[in-house]
């Protein structure tokens, strides 16, 4: 026990369009975190689709990108936990914050998190993958559409087409025939893998982060990781995206390696639209590097009415709603308090995401 657990603390929940202060609230409370005082302060607009508009920002351009909630300067300042979902924690914040000791954050990206200052001060940050199941099951309903042409025969048959042939048919082919490569194997990557595995498909990755040992501990030692993302994108049947963005990684996803991918080969990309060079994916689409490809994330959204990709039959196009259920987000405040009660009580440190340490 410490003191988390044995001394009153004071807290501050910022909420949102999707994520309300009353459920932090009851979230809280209902966890092992012993609590004083419960401050709830709401950020950003109440609609949900300007809402979205102010999170690509956050996402695009870190905690400095977009004020933080109204009140917090004054709040943060006796404050000795901040819960947050998407409300910007800059370092000219956490510079307010004379006691704070513990940041957390019921999703898994940390864009809106200066996590450095974070670690300078010696306060944890600790976060929840909220929707990983989501995505893996939208990521995986993506690979049997457009390999099989679910989504697209249904248009046709909209517009009242009877059509028996499309793009792919000369090389169309069961799912587990072909090889699904992943671009990052964490938590949905990871997520997917299971399924995937489970189905008889083939799964190979690329990970800097993991090795084969971690994978066969978390009974995915079927995954052959290959050396490279430029393997990756030459063996794969179905290239998977499932990175981190971050700056080094932003439209990192481009010609180089669209060039490398079987001409039968398809793209999908359920992570981070700023992952990619949409314009080279467009080009590649256009010159045949690929078969086609399923996004649901995009450099710029919604995506603009004359995009060209609009207007491809092998383009299957969803509006950013992967993780989008009606349990994953509403729940994330109680997954969160889940994994703070197994750290505060137990020391489990899997969701720690900086080098700072709890007493």
Same mark, same amino acid.
């Given at each position: ?6 001394? +009153? ?27 004083? *005082? ?48 998407? *409300? ?122 993991? *090795? ?34 971050? +700056? ?20 999908? *990309? ?8 949409? +314009? ?38 969803? +509006? ?40």
């Amino acid at each position: 026990m410490n003191q988390f657990t044995t001394q +009153p603390q004071n807290v501050i929940v910022v909420g949102d369009a999707f994520v309300s202060p009353d459920t932090m609230e009851q979230a809280v409370r209902e966890s092992a975190l012993c609590c004083e *005082n419960i401050q709830k302060l709401f950020w950003g607009p109440s609609d949900k689709q300007a809402f979205t508009a102010r999170q690509l920002k956050v996402e695009r351009g870190g905690p400095e990108a977009v004020p933080y909630a109204d009140g917090l300067d004054e709040a943060i300042a006796d404050a000795d936990v901040l819960l947050v979902h998407f *409300n910007p924690v800059p370092r000219a914040l956490l510079e307010k914050a004379k006691n704070l000791k513990l940041i957390l954050t019921c999703r898994g990206g940390l864009e809106h998190i200066d996590v450095a200052a974070a670690s300078e001060r010696g306060i944890p940050v600790l976060n929840v993958i909220r929707n990983a199941e989501p995505v893996a099951d939208f990521a995986l309903g993506m690979m049997l559409c457009l390999t099989r042409d679910i989504a697209l025969s249904h248009l046709k048959m909209r517009g009242g087409e009877w059509c028996k042939n499309y793009y792919n048919s000369d090389f169309l082919m069961t799912l587990s025939s072909h090889t699904v490569a992943l671009a990052g194997i964490g938590n949905v990557g990871a997520a997917l893998a299971r399924r995937l595995l489970a189905l008889g498909v083939p799964v190979i990755a690329y990970d800097a982060y993991t *090795n084969p040992e971690k994978l066969a501990q978390a009974g995915l030692g079927a995954v052959k990781l290959v050396d490279s993302l430029e393997t990756l994108f030459e063996q794969g049947d179905i290239v998977s995206l499932h990175l981190r963005l971050t +700056p080094e990684t932003e439209r990192m996803i481009g010609m180089p390696y669209f060039s490398r991918m079987k001409k039968t080969a398809y793209f999908i *990309n359920t992570a981070r639209g700023g992952l990619v060079d949409q +314009p080279a994916l467009v080009e590649a689409l256009q010159q045949g590097c690929m078969a086609g490809a399923a996004l649901d994330v995009y450099d710029s959204e919604p995506l603009g009415a004359d995009s060209p990709l609009l207007q491809m039959d092998n383009v299957l196009l969803t +509006p950013h709603i992967a993780g989008t259920t009606v349990d994953a987000i509403p729940r994330a405040p109680f997954l969160l308090m889940r994994e703070v009660d197994r750290y505060l009580q137990d020391g489990v440190t899997d969701r720690v995401v900086n080098a700072a340490s709890i007493h």
